[in-house]
């Protein structure tokens, strides 16, 4: 069983900077493989912003975000945090991130990809 907690969000100006994070809690049973952030706008499906897989160390940000937010991890544990400069109104939503119990060592993009939850954020950009 995992348990993930998230920190971070809240009403910025566009332009503004903002850093989510995110624990997770697994049990003796469980090895996390790879975490990462989605997101979910009013009326739109989730989706992908970013993701880690700790045995490879690979990273992806999806398009929309690249040079302007950042995945990265902490050292010996499994928390990561989702730096994010430059916000825009678009960015508006409420921000998951996501644990993957299941072995990768490529990147995974899609929700189905993953098994555990955070109860999510938000994060609100005013233009």
């Known amino acids: 069983q995992v348990q993930l907690v998230q920190s971070g969000g809240g009403l910025v100006q566009a332009g503004d900077s903002l850093r989510l994070s995110c624990s997770a809690s697994?049990?003796?049973?469980?090895?996390?493989?790879?975490m990462g952030w989605f997101r979910q706008a009013p009326g739109k499906d989730r989706e992908f912003v970013a993701t880690?897989?700790?045995?490879?160390?690979?990273?992806r940000l999806i398009d929309s975000v690249k040079g302007r937010f950042s995945i990265s991890s902490g050292v010996g544990d499994n928390t990561v945090y989702l730096q994010m400069n430059n916000l825009k109104f678009e960015d508006t939503a409420v921000y998951y991130c996501?644990?993957?119990?299941?072995?990768?060592?490529?990147?995974?993009?899609?929700?189905?990809?993953?098994?555990?939850w955070g109860q999510g954020t938000q994060v609100t950009v005013s233009a």
């Open positions: 880690k897989t700790f045995s490879s160390g690979l990273t």
């Open positions: 697994a049990g003796t049973s469980s090895r996390i493989y790879a």
């Open positions: 996501a644990a993957r119990t299941i072995h990768t060592q490529v990147t995974r993009t899609t929700p189905s990809d993953y098994d555990y």
